[in-house]
């Protein structure tokens, strides 16, 4: 109860954060994005330096950018390029946060016959047909999950999610956020 409570802030200093989730795919193919190749996800991560986003590298590889103002962009397992938004003080900067995001990846992708789509499950590609992403700790998570039940593997790279993380100032603003959030 004390950690949760210790996460209270009075309404002045709430702020939205969201993530967006969406899949990268070959416009001519259909086919997910594989990591290399154009088109490719470094090469989208890459095109979208031009926007200002700083690239975050693992052994090489660019795995994620930063915008220098609390978002950034990351890479789930296999390949969802997820707009991880800065903490926000209104839906409406939130709202022009996505579609700046959505306009600088449309900008990069159109030119590689690229393109991003938002659905919860990709129904087309199998688990053989996805690439994973080179991050370490993929590799860990890949390895473990089927340890712990059928469905882990096609959760880490083959849905996409949309979040919101929302500031609270009270038990009682907590419970009523999240009661209107799953109706």
């Known amino acids: 109860v004390s950690y949760?409570?210790?996460a209270c802030?009075?309404?002045?200093?709430?702020?939205?954060?969201?993530?967006?989730?969406?899949?990268a795919y070959n416009t001519e193919t259909h086919r997910r994005l594989p990591y290399e190749?154009?088109?490719?996800?470094?090469?989208?991560?890459?095109g979208l330096l031009q926007f200002g986003w700083q690239g975050v590298y693992e052994e090489g590889n660019i795995i994620a950018?930063?915008?220098?103002?609390?978002?950034?962009?990351?890479?789930?397992?296999?390949?969802?390029?997820?707009?991880?938004g800065a903490p926000l003080s209104t839906i409406h900067e939130t709202c022009s946060e996505v579609h700046t995001h959505l306009h600088q990846v449309k900008q990069v992708c159109e030119p590689m016959n690229a393109d991003m789509v938002g659905l919860g499950f990709d129904p087309e590609w199998r688990r053989e047909d996805i690439t994973w992403m080179p991050k370490g700790?993929?590799?860990i998570m890949r390895d473990y999950m089927p340890t712990r039940g059928a469905h882990g593997i096609d959760m880490?790279?083959?849905?996409?999610?949309?979040?919101?993380?929302?500031?609270?100032?009270?038990?009682?603003?907590m419970i009523r956020k999240m009661r209107v959030s799953v109706a």
Not at 9 to 23: L, Q, S, V
Not at 75 to 81: A, D, I, T, V
């Open 4 to 6: 949760i409570e210790s």
């Open 9 to 23: 802030k009075p309404a002045a200093n709430w702020r939205i954060g969201t993530e967006h989730e969406k899949f």
């Open 37 to 46: 190749g154009t088109p490719g996800i470094r090469a989208v991560l890459e």
């Open 65 to 84: 950018l930063l915008d220098g103002k609390g978002g950034s962009v990351t890479l789930e397992p296999g390949g969802q390029f997820e707009l991880s």
């Open 137 to 139: 700790r993929y590799k």
């Open 156 to 173: 880490m790279i083959r849905t996409c999610t949309v979040q919101v993380n929302l500031d609270f100032g009270s038990e009682q603003d």
